[in-house]
């Protein structure tokens, strides 16, 4: 069992950063893939972006290509996103996520964070 635990979001104008991080609870944490979704109110969740366990391998989706990027400290069981040049259609509550894999990791994860919520102010 994986405890994910988000912090990091906040209000922040268009054209800002924001870090996200994520916590895992568990020494099994290395041996997951790590990733973000979001869900805009009224909008399903979508993925965001994903790390690999041993973080040679990522993947986003390409809205946030440029723009986003996530990384792994697996000494702190932690899992970050650094946001930058905010827009405000990336305001959303965001989920950290962790799976057996990438491929399972971008569809359907197998565990779940309780979510952040990160509003950009045009």
């Known amino acids: 069992q994986v405890q994910l635990v988000e912090s990091g979001g906040g209000l922040v104008q268009a054209g800002g950063s924001l870090r996200l991080s994520c916590t895992a609870s568990?020494?099994?944490?290395?041996?997951?893939?790590m990733g973000w979704f979001r869900q805009a109110p009224g909008k399903e969740r979508e993925f965001v972006a994903a790390?690999?366990?041993?973080?040679?391998?990522?993947s986003y989706t390409d809205s946030v290509k440029g723009r986003f990027a996530i990384s792994r400290d697996n000494a702190k069981y932690t899992v970050y996103l650094q946001m930058n040049s905010l827009k405000p259609e990336d305001t959303a509550v965001y989920y950290c996520?962790?799976?057996?894999?990438?491929?399972?990791?971008?569809?359907?994860?197998?565990?779940w964070g309780q979510g952040t919520q990160v509003t950009v102010s045009s």
């Open positions: 996520a962790a799976a057996f894999s990438l491929g399972r990791l971008t569809t359907t994860p197998d565990y």
């Open positions: 568990g020494r099994t944490f290395i041996s997951y893939a």
């Open positions: 790390i690999t366990w041993g973080g040679d391998s990522t």
